[in-house]
């Protein structure tokens, strides 16, 4: 089965810039999609097919994706953006598949 | 706008059985492949099932092939997952999610509790 792999948590300064890594066998040949998801509350999709942002989601938000690794980049971090991270991609052997999920903290 | 709103959870005992619901509104229903996806307590995201726009396709997470039964009816809006041989383990928020381009998921309901104790 496919396996992507986020670090447990980040921690960052309101303003600063917020780097969040899913790691994932040639996870550049796959299409990367991004979630935050706040306490209590269902995800929410803030990046797809690698780097695209859905209507409404700030410019802050970016992604990349190339060789083992995905990245979702916020910049100039908000304390409204504290929440759970997820990456996910869809595999021909396991469909679909999310990350171990990583915790944003504003400091 | 687009709704989801899920139904149909609780609490069951352990080898019991759960059918959830997922009534869509706000886009055409039938042109879409849906989803469920879920999440235990604490825990991440877990997706769980699919079902192609037509209805001939469906994929499930090796956890609960042979279990669960993923279904829609184009002419009530809605998508339904029946839950038979439950564990504790299955305990989780139960999402229904619509899906967007090459694989993502757009659209989210709230969430259903499924609780799964003696």
């Known amino acids: 089965s496919y396996v992507l792999t986020q670090p447990p948590s980040v921690s960052v300064a309101p303003g600063q810039a917020a780097r969040i890594t899913c790691g994932g066998n040639n996870i550049g040949s796959k299409t990367v999609h991004w979630y935050q998801q706040k306490p209590g509350q269902a995800p929410v999709l803030v990046v797809y097919d690698d780097s695209d942002r859905p209507s409404g989601i700030p410019e802050r938000f970016s992604g990349s994706n190339s060789g083992n690794t995905a990245t979702l980049t916020i910049s100039r971090v908000e304390a409204g953006d504290e929440a759970d991270y997820y990456c996910q991609v869809w595999d021909s052997s396991s469909y679909y598949v999310f990350g171990t999920g990583t915790k944003v903290t504003v400091l | 706008e687009v709704q989801l709103v899920e139904s149909g959870g609780g609490l069951v005992q352990p080898g019991g059985s759960l059918r959830l619901s997922c009534a869509a509104s706000g886009f055409t229903f039938s042109s879409y492949e849906m989803n469920w996806v879920r999440q235990a307590p604490g825990k991440g995201l877990e997706w769980v099932s699919y079902?192609?726009?037509?209805?001939?396709?469906?994929y499930y997470a090796d956890s609960v092939r042979g279990r669960f039964t993923i279904s829609r009816d184009d002419s009530k809006n809605s998508l339904y997952l029946q839950m038979n041989s439950l564990r504790a383990e299955d305990t989780a928020v139960y999402y229904c999610?619509?899906?967007?381009?090459?694989?993502?998921?757009?659209?989210w309901g709230q969430g259903i509790l499924v609780t799964v104790s003696s």
């Open positions: 999610a619509r899906e967007a381009s090459r694989g993502s998921f757009g659209y």
């Open positions: 079902i192609s726009s037509s209805g001939g396709i469906k």
